[in-house]
């Protein structure tokens, strides 16, 4: 049974369902796709600190564009406590909001599994910069590598399905204009 605000599929041929919306103005474009737009510029900033990361691991050991160990790790760490603070806000304070009317945000489906994977690499890359700060280890950039390359396509489909999810055209399926006003961020 629908719930309030839920949408109603009409059939679609070939016995799937999708429900057809009229075209948006540009106000309530921008109103309902305000949210990705915001993940957008969050995730953006995400995709270019891994990318100085990544470029950094693939210099067939020369010092990257200058950067000291000490400094790449440094920036390593950063990325791992930045995106471990942005995915805690989101699991605490967006998902469980989204939750109410958007499966994509409930418990064991997508959004949620990636974060978990994700956790994981961020984890086991974080151990591993701790212990090269620390000088238990020297950093050596194809391990730093291995560990970014074991969840980096993750990583990556994330940052694009978030924001794929909270666009307008997805959002307006579960809320009114009033209620996407409403919704934090």
């Given at each position: 049974?629908?719930?309030?605000?839920?949408?109603?599929?009409?059939?679609?041929?070939?016995?799937?369902?999708?429900?057809?919306?009229?075209?948006?103005?540009?106000?309530?474009?921008?109103?309902?796709?305000?949210?990705?737009?915001?993940?957008?510029?969050?995730?953006?900033?995400?995709?270019?600190?891994?990318?100085?990361?990544?470029?950094?691991?693939?210099?067939?050991?020369?010092?990257?564009?200058?950067?000291?160990?000490?400094?790449?790790?440094?920036?390593?760490?950063?990325?791992?406590?930045?995106?471990?603070?942005?995915?805690?806000?989101?699991?605490?304070?967006i998902f469980p909001l989204l939750a109410r009317k958007m499966p994509e945000f409930r418990q064991k489906k997508t959004l949620l599994a990636?974060?978990?994977?994700?956790h994981r690499g961020l984890e086991e890359l974080e151990q591993y910069l701790e212990k090269c700060r620390s000088g238990e280890e020297d950093?050596?950039?194809?391990?730093?590598?291995?560990?970014?390359?074991?969840?980096?396509?993750?990583?990556?489909?994330?940052?694009?399905?978030?924001?794929?999810?909270?666009?307008?055209?997805?959002?307006?399926?579960?809320?009114?204009?009033?209620?996407?006003?409403?919704?934090?961020?």
């Amino acid at each position: 049974m629908a719930q309030a605000n839920e949408p109603v599929a009409a059939p679609r041929e070939g016995g799937s369902e999708e429900q057809k919306l009229p075209p948006l103005s540009v106000k309530d474009f921008t109103a309902y796709n305000r949210m990705a737009a915001q993940m957008d510029q969050f995730h953006n900033n995400f995709r270019l600190a891994w990318k100085d990361l990544q470029n950094a691991c693939d210099t067939n050991g020369k010092r990257p564009g200058g950067l000291k160990p000490k400094q790449l790790i440094n920036t390593g760490l950063r990325f791992c406590s930045q995106l471990d603070h942005h995915h805690s806000i989101e699991e605490v304070h967006i998902f469980p909001l989204l939750a109410r009317k958007m499966p994509e945000f409930r418990q064991k489906k997508t959004l949620l599994a990636q974060h978990k994977k994700i956790h994981r690499g961020l984890e086991e890359l974080e151990q591993y910069l701790e212990k090269c700060r620390s000088g238990e280890e020297d950093l050596e950039l194809a391990e730093m590598k291995r560990l970014m390359d074991a969840f980096g396509e993750v990583l990556w489909a994330h940052l694009d399905d978030e924001v794929r999810t909270l666009g307008a055209e997805n959002m307006r399926k579960y809320w009114t204009l009033d209620e996407m006003r409403a919704l934090p961020m």
